[in-house]
C-alpha cells in the first residue's frame, strides 16, 4: 500500500509542482507588489491583488524549528525529521530532513533542497548543506 497520498494539484498550486517535476523549487509572488507567498494562494494577502508570478528560490536556507515524527499507529515504522526551513528567500516551507542522524539535527543548521521520489511520488525535501555550496537546483539528486 502507498503511504504518500500524491498531491491534488490546482490552479494555485500547479506551478509548484511542474517546477518539483524538473528539480526546482519555485514560489508564488504577487503580480502588484512582489510579495513572495508560499503556501500557494489565489489573493495576495498583502495588497490583495490576484494576479501572480513565480520565481525560482536559491534551494538554500537554514532549519528553524524540526521535530521527529513517529507513525501514530505504526509504532515500527521508521522515523523521521520534519523541519521548518526559513529559506534564503525568508519564506518558511515544512519538509523532511534527508541523510542526517537524528543526534546531529540542530537549529539553524544550514540546508539544501533535494528531491527524492517516495512512493512513486517526487518531493522537495531538505538535507545539510555542504561546505562547497548547494547544488545547482537542476541537477538530479
Known sequence: MARVIPPTVDADDEYFWDGVKEHRL????????GTLRHPPVPMCG???ATDRGVQEAQGTGHVH????????S??????RV??????????RLVGNLVDTPFDQVRNEM?????????????LP???P?????PVPMGSPT
Not at 524549528?65 to 501514530?72: A, G, L
Not at 548543506?129 to 555550496?133: D, H, L, Q, Y
Open 26 to 33: 519555485l514560489l508564488q509572488t504577487c503580480g502588484s507588489c
Open 46 to 48: 498583502r495588497c490583495h
Open 65 to 72: 524549528s524540526w521535530i521527529i515524527s513517529r507513525h501514530p
Open 74 to 79: 505504526e509504532p515500527d515504522d521508521q522515523a
Open 82 to 91: 520534519v523541519v521548518l526551513v526559513e529559506l534564503t528567500e525568508g519564506l
Open 110 to 122: 544550514p540546508v539544501e533542497v533535494c528531491f527524492r521520489e517516495i512512493d512513486g511520488v517526487l
Open 125 to 127: 525535501q531538505f538535507r
Open 129 to 133: 548543506r555542504s561546505v562547497e555550496g
